[in-house]
Every structure is written in structure tokens, then in C-alpha cells.
């Protein structure tokens, strides 16, 4: 008996870009109130000195907390309630085998309230000439913004829009990376479905969940911590599971096998998967419903909406099979050795590791990969294991290059009484081609490949101690970059100067001398040292981005390149313009060196 589960994200693009916007923060939810919390000892009946004294603050009535003490010390001494398990505030602790609640609580359970956002967004995207909505928020669609209308149009019925560019590739990643997380953890069928869904067979794999209800609970939880509103239709066709998703009512639909005639008849025609002609005849000749399709003869409906519309039909029915593509995660490249001997010393240790390294190269060269992340795992004669893991920055298959990687931390292998089994996994790999090299025939000389060196230093220091930077779309200059790998090309550097050495936080600055609003100063003090400065440049207006905070909305920096006396160079700012007081304090920091 097959069961097919259809899963559909209405709003995946909107939702997409709200988590981009938020891509730590779980979707909203109702915030219990927290309990107070009192400092006071004699406040609470448990004090901090440790011993238990029963009852709380109720019970500190006079002859209450003795009556209490007499009961609690007649019970044996193992049946007395303790510290841990009541705490400060003496509450009971629940029992750690409690009960799960029966499937029926735990679907009631399940929220089916969609996520709300309070901007009005839409995506846009291109048909020819025009620019339609893709997709809208909730609170654009009350408006009366539904996907196909035009921008302009939109523009002229809501002037304060969000509008995003339609990204079908991220929108597809999103989709392609839950895809491979449901074959690892749910079924090993699934594939996507369209643009905005996934088919999932849970035939014989719905058990393994507990039931088919609590799976699709389950689900929908999953999709909701990642801000996903989800639905889910269970039917034993897809094409039922697909259009019960997208059409129907519930969060949650659950149809036995051999009810879909009964469970679809009442969806539009569009729910089976038609296409637009189909559609537009359909509503022509009246047939408003899927039931107004099923008493008409095979003939006369194919001559009408097509004969792709009696196949959908038939294989909502179950009258004709609907296979299911499904997703092939690819498998971890591993290769491995058994030894005839135990092994200990490093020689023999880094000589297996060759031949590891020669097998993996070849394995990968077939793949078309390379090597980004490997594993080494050494099994010792007693059962216990150890690993072993190198990491290169660019993708290669230069089996002499990771054999100097894998030599750097040889010394902390520890072979114990012996190692009889070795076993290396590329647990990540990218794409790696051929890469063209300048020969001697062309005259050019050949470009060294820096990432040799910043793999080798990498194994000495660590990942995390090499680094560029890279600039991000702030005006605040803490706020202006960031790290990115060592081999990265990062674009996009502002054209003004900005100095070699940014502090980590602005120090402030004593005895500044300086003439209000746009003079730089002549003499401060940082660090206990007085600083006369000789030249000075500025000011540089930086606002503060009021979108972030609201102590921004009005905050004002002016930044003064200034060269003292002894010609060290500095970067300098003052809080405020000058003449309005909402915009700082007028405080002096320091913020960098030049040279």
C-alpha cells in the first residue's frame, strides 16, 4: 500500500529573505512571563545555606512550617524531598518517564497559525518586458497584491513597498538542502516537487516515526523553528498528497487509501497540476470542480482540456502510476587499509597514509572533486580510535601536498600498543576541473599557488589565525568589515581612505583642544601622552544607521585625519556636529593609526 506525503511552502521565497534578515533568530512565538527573581534569603522557606525546610511563603504561618517539619521527618529518610529536586522556589520536579501525550494532543497540538511579518514584501520578477509579483507576504496579499500583478500596478496601490529581486537559485537551494536532509533523516525517497514543495514516500518508513500523524506534526514544527510555513497531505497517490497541500484547509491532512475520489472532489481544477489552457477551458464549459470532471467520458474530456488533463486525473486516482524520482544524496568518498600487522612508529604510519592519499586522488578524479576536508581515522588493536583531520583552502588533488599537511601533525598520533586499520573520508569536497598553467612554451612565467603556503601555515597556527578582509555595505567603520578566508577576492572597497589599524573599540581621548563645529583639534591627550597636532584634515560625516537601533536615529560622527609633531598619523572622531545636542555629547575618540 503506497503512501505518498506531500509537503508545500506557500511562502518560501518571503520567508527566505526574512531569515536572511534574521538568520539566527528562531520564528515568533509567544513569550511566557519570567519569574521574578528574589535576592532576599529570608524571603524564600529554602535558604541558601542548604537544608530543606518545607512549604513556602504560605506556609511560614506560625504552627504551619512545624506541622509540616513533624510530617517530613516521619518519612524515611530516602522518601524526603530534596534541595535539587525542589530548588529556591520549592517547585516539584516532573517525572523524567512522563507519558507522551497520544497522537491526537500532539496534531491539536501543532500551531497552524502562519508566520506573520508587519512590512508588506513582495519579489518581483521579469516576463519579457514586465516586472510581476512572484510572491507576497501575508500582509501584501491583504492589501490585494497577489502574485502576477504588475509593479507599477502594486506602486499605485501601496506606495510603501519592500520589492526583492526574485533569486529561483537560492530558492532552489533552500529547497534542494531539505531535500537531501529528508533522505537522511525521513524516507530515502523524496524529491522536489515543483518550486515551493516535496514529494515524500513514507510507504514502510512511517512507522519508524511513531505514525503517520505524529510525522507530519513533526514536520511542520521542523519547518516552523526555520520560519517555513508548511503544509503537509498525506493520500496513497502524489497527485491527491499534492493537491490536498495546496488546496485544502488544513495544516494537516491525513487520507486513507482509496478515499482520494471523496477527498479532492470539491478542489478546483487546478489542483490537478493543469496547465493554463486546460484551466481556461475547463472554466469555459463550467467545470468549476474536480467532480464535475470525473462523470464525463475519457473521449469527449480529452477533445475538451487536453489529454495531459486525463492522465493528471487518472493519477491523482491512483488509475495510473506516478513514480517518483528520487533525490541520490552522494556518498562520502572513503578508502581505507587493513593491516596484516599492527603498526606504531611514523614511518610506516605516514607510508599507509600515502598509499591512502594515491587511493582517494584517484577515487576523486573520477568524481570530478576535490579535496577540501579530510579524515583520517586510526584504529588501534584494543578498539579505541583516534582522528586525525586536515583542511585545504582551494579544492586539489595534489596527493605530495596533503601528505605535507598530513606530516605536520604526525607527532600527535598516538598508536598505543599497535594500529591495525586506517581509514581516510573526504568529508568535503567542491568541484575541480583542469586548471590551465602558463607552459615555458609561451614565454610567460607560471603563477605560484599561494594556497600551498596558506595551507602549510594553516597546520602550523591553525584555520582560525589566517585571514583577509573583506568590506560589508555599513557606514559605520566597526561595522565595515569583516573576515573571510585567506584566498578570497573581495570586492567592492570604498573609494575614501581609512586607516591600516582600526581599533577594536574607540578609546577616548582627554584635553582635546578644538574649535567648534569643523575645525580638527590641536593638542589631545591619549594613553597619558599629549599629542600637538601640526596637520589635520576633515570632517568626514558618518550618521548612525538608524534602522539598527534606536539610539542611531540621531547620532552624528565627525572623523579628522590629524598628523602630530613626532608625524604619527591618527584617526580621529567627535560625537556630534556641533550644534545640535541630540546628535552627541561632543566627546572625543581615537579610532585608528595610519602607517
Known amino acids: 500500500m503506497t503512501r505518498v506525503a506531500s509537503l508545500y511552502l506557500p511562502h518560501l521565497a518571503i520567508e527566505r529573505l526574512r531569515r536572511l534578515e534574521r538568520p539566527h533568530a528562531l520564528p515568533e512565538r509567544q513569550h511566557l512571563p519570567e519569574l521574578p527573581i528574589d535576592d532576599d534569603p529570608g524571603a524564600c522557606s529554602v535558604p541558601r545555606g542548604g537544608g530543606w525546610r518545607p512549604g513556602a511563603r504560605w506556609a511560614q504561618a506560625e504552627g504551619a512550617r512545624a506541622a509540616i517539619a513533624g510530617k517530613v521527618a516521619a518519612l524515611p529518610r530516602h522518601q524526603q524531598p530534596t534541595m535539587r529536586e525542589l530548588g529556591r522556589r520549592s517547585e516539584t520536579a516532573e517525572h523524567p518517564f512522563k507519558r507522551t501525550p497520544p497522537a491526537e494532543a500532539r496534531r491539536e497540538s501543532v500551531s497552524t497559525n502562519p508566520i506573520v511579518h508587519a512590512a508588506p514584501l513582495i519579489v518581483a520578477e521579469a516576463i519579457g518586458q514586465r516586472q510581476v509579483i512572484a510572491a507576497a507576504c501575508r500582509a501584501a496579499l491583504a492589501l490585494g ?41 525521513w524516507t530515502p525517497t523524496a524529491a522536489p516537487s515543483g518550486t515551493d514543495g516535496l514529494w515524500l514516500d513514507l510507504t514502510g518508513a512511517a512507522h519508524l516515526h511513531g505514525s503517520e500523524a505524529r510525522f507530519c506534526a513533526r514536520l511542520v514544527r521542523f519547518c516552523r523553528r526555520f520560519g517555513l510555513t508548511a503544509r503537509v497531505a498525506v493520500a496513497g497517490t502524489p497527485g491527491a498528497a499534492h493537491a490536498l497541500a495546496r488546496y485544502g484547509r488544513d495544516a494537516i491532512t491525513l487520507i486513507p487509501t482509496g478515499g482520494e475520489a471523496q477527498a479532492i472532489s470539491a478542489l478546483p481544477p487546478a489542483a490537478l497540476r493543469l496547465t493554463s489552457d486546460a484551466i481556461t477551458a475547463a472554466q469555459r464549459f463550467g467545470l468549476d470542480r474536480i467532480t464535475d470532471l470525473l462523470p464525463l467520458p475519457r473521449g469527449p474530456l480529452a477533445r475538451r482540456l487536453g489529454l495531459a488533463t486525463v492522465r493528471r486525473l487518472d493519477e491523482a486516482l491512483g488509475r495510473v502510476a506516478e513514480p517518483i524520482v528520487p533525490v541520490v544524496p552522494e556518498e562520502t568518498p572513503v578508502v581505507q587499509r587493513r593491516l596484516l600487522e599492527p603498526i606504531g612508529t611514523a614511518e610506516a604510519i605516514e607510508r599507509v597514509i600515502a598509499d ?240
Request: net charge neutral; glycine share 10%.
Open 145 to 185: 497584491l497577489t502574485p502576477g500583478m504588475a509593479i507599477t500596478q502594486a506602486r499605485a496601490l501601496v506606495p510603501d513597498l519592500d520589492i526583492r529581486p526574485a533569486d529561483p537559485a537560492a530558492d532552489g537551494a533552500v529547497l534542494d538542502s531539505l531535500t537531501l536532509h529528508a533522505v537522511r533523516h
Open 356 to 595: 591512502l592519499l594515491a587511493d582517494m586522488m584517484r577515487l576523486l578524479q573520477e568524481r570530478g572533486r576535490g579535496v577540501r576536508t579530510l579524515v583520517l581515522r586510526l584504529e588501534r588493536i584494543d578498539g579505541s580510535e583516534q582522528r586525525l583531520a586536515i583542511g585545504a583552502a582551494r579544492a586539489t588533488r595534489d596527493a605530495g601536498h596533503l601528505a605535507r599537511l598530513f606530516h605536520l601533525r604526525i607527532e600527535r598520533v598516538e598508536p598505543g600498543d599497535g594500529i591495525e586499520t586506517m581509514h581516510l573520508a573526504a568529508t568535503r569536497t567542491d568541484p575541480l576541473g583542469p586548471t590551465m598553467v602558463a607552459g615555458d612554451l609561451t614565454g610567460e612565467a607560471a603563477v605560484p599557488d599561494v594556497s600551498i603556503l596558506v595551507d602549510q601555515i594553516a597546520g602550523r597556527v591553525g584555520e582560525t589565525a589566517l585571514f583577509t578582509a573583506a568590506p560589508v555595505e555599513s557606514d559605520v567603520p566597526e561595522r565595515a568589515v569583516r573576515r573571510a578566508p585567506p584566498l578570497a577576492a573581495p570586492t567592492g572597497w570604498p573609494a575614501w581612505r581609512r586607516p591600516v589599524r582600526l581599533l577594536r573599540r574607540p578609546e577616548p581621548l582627554t584635553g582635546v583642544l578644538a574649535l567648534l563645529p569643523d575645525a580638527p583639534p590641536r593638542r589631545f591627550t591619549w594613553r597619558g601622552q599629549v599629542h600637538v597636532v601640526v596637520a589635520g584634515d576633515g570632517p568626514e560625516r558618518i550618521h548612525g544607521e538608524w534602522w539598527r537601533r534606536d539610539g542611531e536615529v540621531w547620532a552624528v560622527r565627525d572623523y579628522f585625519r590629524v598628523e602630530d609633531e613626532r608625524g604619527a598619523r591618527f584617526w580621529l572622531f567627535r560625537r556630534g556636529d556641533g550644534i545640535e545636542a541630540a546628535t552627541g555629547d561632543l566627546s572625543w575618540y581615537l579610532h585608528g593609526l595610519f602607517g
